[in-house]
């Protein structure tokens, strides 16, 4: 069974910073496009950032320059490292296998989400 | 501000057929994808790459697109579809991911 199991989330004062993890079974993380994706509460979907299997990656304007995306392969795991938390940085965030063909963009598997409060 | 556009919420009638649209540019040149998302739950991908269904989706799930438009259509829908159902492409740069506001739809 594929699955995504995402940890690290919790109460982090403003500015401070906090890793999450995503451990993967199921799937290997090298030969998969893993992105990060989060959700305000009450609010929409937000894509957060992408790690290709070349090691490219990429982040939505709200977290670029504060958030960087990682994998360990020896581990199967991706991690999102976020600095100068913000108290708009509250979400869950989920970690997702990104599909990326040329003509589309989604998301196959989900984890559960691992909740980030950011607040004093 | 998302560059997909979703009307915010929409209604069926039980057994009766909805469609759910999503707006933007970069949509002339990607196709959307569709989630569903219950409360308290991680988001389900129900269409891919223009109109592909997961394993497990039921067929009465599809998918058209026009334009800067895409649409996610349920044909007889059911009480457990009630949910919140989002778009996602590519934005127009084409290297970052991008959802709509989402649809909560409400199944009468």
Redesign the interface.
């Known amino acids: 069974e594929v699955q995504l199991v995402e940890s690290g989330g919790g109460l982090i004062q403003p500015g401070g910073s906090q890793r999450l993890s995503c451990a993967a079974s199921g799937l290997t993380v090298s030969s998969n496009y893993m992105?990060w994706?989060r959700q305000a509460p009450g609010k929409?979907?937000?894509?957060v950032s992408?790690i290709y299997t070349g090691d490219t990656k990429?982040y939505?304007d709200s977290v670029r320059g504060r958030f960087t995306i990682s994998r360990d392969n020896s581990k199967n795991t991706v991690y999102l490292q976020m600095n100068s938390l913000r108290a708009e940085d509250t979400a869950v965030y989920?970690c997702a296998r990104?599909?990326?063909?040329p003509?589309?963009?989604?998301?196959?598997i989900?984890?559960?989400?691992t909740l980030v409060t950011v607040s004093s | 501000s998302?560059e997909l556009t979703q009307d915010p919420a929409v209604s069926v009638a039980l057994g009766q057929t909805v469609r759910i649209t999503c707006q933007g540019n970069s949509l002339r040149s990607?196709?959307?994808?569709w989630?569903q998302?219950k409360p308290g739950q991680?988001?389900?991908?129900v269409i891919?790459?223009?109109d592909n269904r997961?394993s497990g989706i039921p067929d009465r799930f599809s998918a058209s697109s026009s334009g800067n438009t895409a649409s996610l259509t349920i044909t007889g829908a059911q009480a457990e579809d009630e949910a919140?159902y989002?778009c996602?492409?590519?934005d127009s740069s084409g290297?970052?991911?991008?959802?709509?506001?989402?649809t909560k739809l409400t199944v009468l």
Request: glycine residues 14%; aromatic residues 24%.
């Open positions: 992105s994706v929409g979907l937000e894509w992408v990429y939505a989920y990104d599909r990326a063909p003509t589309s963009w989604y998301f196959d989900w984890g559960r989400g | 998302s990607y196709y959307a994808s989630y998302q991680a988001p389900l991908l891919y790459d223009k997961p919140d989002y996602n492409s590519r290297s970052h991911g991008v959802f709509g506001g989402g």
